[in-house]
Structures are given as C-alpha cells and as structure tokens.
C-alpha cells in the first residue's frame, strides 16, 4: 500500500502541554508517548499512524513501513504512508487498505488537522 494523506498546511502548529494531555487520554496507542519541545500535531499524527500500523494485525510487521512527510504543494502537506498487508486476496486487500485509510482519515481532526481539499467557487450561468 502506497498512499497519502493531504493535510491543510494553515491547520498545522506546536502542540501545547494541554493537547498531548489530551492525546494520550483519548487514543491509548499514545499514551507512551514522550513530548518532545516544540513538537507539530503533524509530527504527532505521523507517529500515531505508524502505532496504528504497528499494532494493526494484517500489516506485515517484517517489511517496509514508511511514514514520512513530503514537501508542501499547493495542494497540501502530503503524509506518504507505505506499508505491506499480509492479506494478498485482491478483494480483501482493498477492503483492509480501505478501512485502514478510514480509520487514519477520521482519525485527523484529533490532531487539530484538516485534510486538504481543493474549493472551488462555479457559478452557474
């Protein structure tokens, strides 16, 4: 699976004392997390979807798993999330990638992201 996740560069900033509390109230997979000074929600959404992966059963844990931030567009602040699923059944392959990409999707706003997504004004003549 090679995908990624667009978010809304005006959406990202530092993370304070009162959201990492927050955070590891809400998701138990962060609990352990260590907050690092002057740490983004980016830098925390990226590490909450590698434990998500990390901890999903039918991601291969002994291959590549890639989380990373490419550079800004104008379309956003791509997260790349690479990774392998042990299911190669074609059908279950998509349901999985899918549901993973759901869950990682409405997981966002958590993190005080947005996803990006292009507005356009059409006016009808």
Known sequence: ??????????????CT????????????????????????NAQLY??????????HPIVCQNLDMIIAQREPTQFGVPI??????????WKEFEQIQSDIFDHLLAMVHVF??????????LTEK
């Open 112 to 121: 005080g992201l947005r996803l990006y997504q292009l507005s356009v004004n």
């Open 17 to 40: 004392d009162e959201m990492m509390a927050r955070i590891r109230q809400e998701i138990p997979l962060m609990k352990e997390v260590e907050y690092q000074e002057r740490m983004t």
């Open 80 to 89: 790349e999330i690479y990774f392998f699923l042990s299911d190669k059944v």
């Open 1 to 14: 699976v090679d995908k990624t996740i667009k978010l809304d560069m005006n959406t990202l900033k530092f």
């Open 46 to 55: 990226r590490i909450y979807i590698e434990k998500y992966l990390v901890h």
